[in-house]
């Protein structure tokens, strides 16, 4: 009956906007990728000042997810997500006219600040507009955008690029969040929890003593620095680990002896089994815990990953298998804890617990791939490497119950 409400349609709106306006984190995280030898030949950059321009992307979406998203916290989820989309659309189509490295870099800073609050918001809104039968599930398909947006912007990218030249990519790009802004105009309404709030003051429920204290302020309390603290070091782990497969299994696989098409192709099976995990999590939590899910999944993607490595010389058709397990587990795995993010804190801080644990987050997806680099550069074996990155998800999975949080017995934070 839900499904046929008006509740229940709205929902599907939010849902289906959601997942569009999260597409633009998966488009912009690869823009700069496939750019970037056009880009170096053209201003005749070295390595490392190409180095430079793809860090830059990451340190801004680093720093949105934690000074811009508690925005969101003060002047409503719909009101922040449409500035963060405004700000990105301006970074993205003014890094076309770039004239040179610094201005680029300033620019590719700009937007990520955008991207960053951008995540945060969406997953907040999501979680507020959804029943708590359906919450991850509708988390989980929001997040399924993200890859569908780096594949979408790889496809557009190999055409663009040859056809029109790297600035192309950056307009088409733009464009795209400035259709998402569009689409959220229409389709996406502010969060009850909002518009419930008494005129004039912050998201802060009557009688909620936890949610006196906004803003940072309130993670640092007794009662929420266990739950920021655990949450933000299992988001560390889980996407260093994440990160580190995503940029270097094409590669790896490739020198260790599959061809270059092997090697492409277990790198795109860890993205459509994270897009797929995203989304199965959801399902799976309709029927089981989901902190005990998302556990199992950690868990899991250490013996994907077993798989992936220990078959490579032996049989490709298994390696090929053990990527894709690997990328539905740890997919699931991230899904699994921005759900428990979210119902993590009461909705006065929401958005800005979120924005930290995200942020921390992030910083794994800087130290994953420098570390994997580091590491594979130096000579390890490819055996040893992969065990080192096993180990933050074996970490995650004793940190994803949020110290102080019962499993059961605490009201949900959303009713």
Same mark, same amino acid.
């Given at each position: ?216 302020? #309130?993670? +640092?309390? $007794? @009662?929420?620095?266990?739950? &920021? /603290?655990? *949450?933000? =070091?299992? !988001? ?64 899991? #993607?250490? +013996?994907? $990953? @077993?798989?992936?490595?220990? &078959? /490579?010389? *032996?049989? =490709?058709? !298994? ?68 065990? $080192? ?27």
């Amino acid at each position: 009956m839900q499904e046929q409400s008006p509740e229940g349609k709205r929902q599907r709106y939010v849902v289906a906007a959601g997942t569009g306006i999260n597409m633009i984190d998966g488009i912009d995280v690869l823009a700069m990728a496939y750019t970037a030898p056009q880009i170096a030949r053209e201003w005749g950059l070295g390595s490392g000042q190409v180095g430079v321009l793809l860090g830059a992307g990451p340190v801004g979406v680093l720093a949105g997810s934690v000074l811009l998203a508690p925005l969101a916290d003060r002047i409503g989820r719909r009101r922040a997500i449409l500035g963060y989309l405004a700000l990105i659309t301006m970074g993205t189509l003014a890094s076309a006219a770039a004239v040179n490295q610094q201005s680029l870099m300033a620019l590719r800073v700009l937007t990520g600040l955008g991207v960053g609050a951008m995540v945060v918001g969406l997953n907040t809104i999501v979680a507020e507009h959804a029943s708590s039968q359906r919450r991850s599930l509708y988390i989980g398909i929001v997040a399924a955008g993200f890859p569908l947006g780096a594949s979408l912007s790889g496809f557009l990218s190999v055409v663009l690029v040859s056809a029109e030249g790297w600035r192309s990519v950056f307009i088409a790009s733009g464009i795209a969040s400035a259709v998402m802004i569009a689409v959220a105009l229409v389709y996406l309404p502010e969060s009850p929890e909002y518009v419930r709030r008494p005129c004039g003051k912050s998201i802060t429920r009557t009688g909620d003593s936890r949610a006196s204290t906004s803003g940072l302020g #309130a993670l +640092l309390t $007794v @009662a929420r620095t266990g739950p &920021t /603290v655990a *949450l933000s =070091a299992a !988001l560390l782990a889980t996407m260093t680990t994440f990160y580190f497969l995503f940029s270097w299994t094409p590669a790896v696989l490739a020198n260790a002896g599959l061809s270059i098409a092997r090697g492409i192709t277990g790198g795109a099976l860890i993205n459509v089994g994270a897009t797929a995990g995203a989304v199965l999590i959801g399902v799976l939590s309709r029927y089981a815990p989901l902190l005990r899910v998302t556990r199992v999944m950690m868990v899991s #993607a250490c +013996l994907g $990953v @077993a798989l992936l490595v220990g &078959t /490579v010389r *032996l049989a =490709a058709g !298994l390696t090929v298998a053990g990527a894709l397990l690997t990328g539905v587990c740890v997919g699931a795995a991230i899904t699994g804890l921005f759900a428990t993010t979210a119902a993590a804190y009461p909705a006065s801080i929401r958005a800005t617990g979120a924005g930290l644990a995200f942020g921390a987050g992030r910083v794994g997806a800087i130290i994953g791939p420098s570390l994997g680099g580091l590491l594979l550069g130096r000579g390890w074996h490819i055996a040893v490497v992969y065990a $080192v990155f096993t180990a933050p998800m074996l970490a995650a999975a004793t940190l994803a119950i949020p110290h102080g949080q019962s499993t059961g017995s605490e009201p949900d934070p959303f009713e």
